[in-house]
């Protein structure tokens, strides 16, 4: 694979960031060395960007990036959203909001664009969980989708999220009010009146192996909101899936929704490695998720590129393993430097058979300079005291031989022997 696509790639990504160029190159330095190591801890990121210089100074280099108030969050972010938006060229946005945790140190609101495969952050929020915003989670997830909708306020869109978020008749009008759609799962418990005033649970209305879809109102202690509900229950699972929505929509599109839960997959456990990385700061954290979305969207870009295997194990990988997967081939190191150096190969030829066959040029291909380094023949004693040639690192002066190598003669010329 040719690296120069995707080095340009970021380039072009990390040149339309409002950033000052010091602090662009850093950003990009961040991100390769993040894609290479496949790890967001800064000791290992440290150690793969030596070629820029020693590993202590790279180390405080990403520290001072992760603390500096003038790499403002919010102003890269509307530029990221403008980015990432006009590179999809999607016709109907579909935007994904969930809350993940990295331990007990910090919980995370993320926005993101639904991808094949994945989910793109677009705007996220970071908070430690004792300290959760004042303005309260419908607050802040309507403040999250409002900033990606002004980008392209004539775009179509859906904000789909799960029964814990979605369970909430607050955030659908506020979201609702903003001129998006809503498609959210919710609690089987919910309060559903059909148009002939009959109320039950939404829970009540599923059936295994089914599928079931009407309009009515919900949520009865919130003074009723009138929506479209279905219930999806699949065959072998424990529970169905019971939605809601602003207009008709298929049921089965909200298994987009997962798509979230891979995304931040890979940014964890078969990623990056984010929930090692040990920064719990909010204001630390949130410049370290936009390193690592520069990274999953150039994985992500060089993966949709990729043809994807017909059979075996790369017919199963999602596009961002298939991106992975070709820049650990590219960087990830061999077991190579670890391996003993093979011992001296001793060839029991006489000076004379050498001089008339040219021994040292026929041999030399054979040692296999690139698994045993730059070894080659050279001449030592031999029992008969003529002399022999032998593979080692060290070149002796040869028993009647001094200057060059003894060049081979023509084939015409040659009778027999070597």
Not at 243 to 269: H, M, N
Request: aromatic share 8%.
């Amino acid at each position: 694979m040719n690296s120069l696509p995707l080095y340009h790639s970021l380039n072009e990504i990390v040149k339309a960031l409002p950033l000052a160029c010091k602090i662009k190159r850093v950003l990009q330095a961040f991100t390769l060395g993040v894609v290479a190591t496949q790890s967001c801890r800064l000791g290992s990121i440290a150690l793969a960007l030596r070629p820029l210089g020693q590993a202590a100074s790279q180390y405080r280099r990403l520290q001072r990036f992760l603390a500096n108030p003038r790499v403002e969050i919010a102003t890269l972010q509307d530029a990221w959203i403008q980015q990432v938006l006009t590179s999809l060229k999607l016709s109907e946005l579909r935007l994904l909001v969930d809350e993940t945790k990295l331990s007990d140190h910090l919980s995370v609101m993320v926005v993101g664009v639904a991808v094949k495969d994945g989910c793109i952050p677009v705007v996220w929020r970071c908070y430690s969980p004792e300290q959760y915003p004042v303005e309260g989670q419908v607050q802040l997830i309507a403040a999250l989708v409002a900033r990606v909708l002004c980008h392209c306020p004539d775009q179509r869109f859906w904000l789909l999220a799960d029964r814990g978020i979605g369970t909430s008749p607050a955030l659908i009008r506020a979201v609702e009010g903003l001129g998006v759609r809503v498609f959210f799962r919710v609690q089987g418990t919910t309060r559903f009146r059909d148009a002939q005033g009959k109320e039950t649970s939404l829970k009540n209305r599923a059936a295994p192996a089914q599928e079931w879809q009407s309009y009515g109102d919900v949520f009865k202690k919130n003074g009723w909101l009138r929506l479209h509900v279905a219930t999806v229950w699949e065959a072998g699972y424990a529970q169905p899936w019971c939605l809601v929505s602003s207009t008709a929509i298929d049921p089965r599109a909200y298994g987009q929704r997962f798509q979230q839960e891979v995304g931040f997959r890979d940014l964890k456990s078969d990623g990056f490695g984010w929930h090692l990385s040990h920064i719990w700061q909010p204001d630390h954290a949130e410049r370290l998720l936009l390193v690592l979305t520069v990274a999953y969207f150039l994985v992500y870009s060089l993966g949709v590129r990729l043809p994807r295997p017909t059979r075996g194990r790369g017919s199963r990988l999602s596009v961002f393993r298939r991106g992975l997967d070709a820049i650990r081939d590219l960087t990830h190191p061999s077991i190579l430097p670890l391996l003993p150096h093979p011992p001296p190969v001793t060839l029991h030829v006489s000076c004379s058979e050498a001089r008339r066959g040219g021994l040292l040029r026929r041999w030399r291909p054979d040692l296999s300079r690139a698994a045993y380094g730059d070894s080659y023949l050279t001449p030592g004693p031999s029992p008969s005291g003529e002399g022999v040639f032998a593979a080692g690192d060290v070149r002796p002066e040869p028993c009647g031989l001094r200057g060059k190598p003894p060049q081979p003669r023509p084939l015409s010329e040659r009778r027999g022997g070597f």
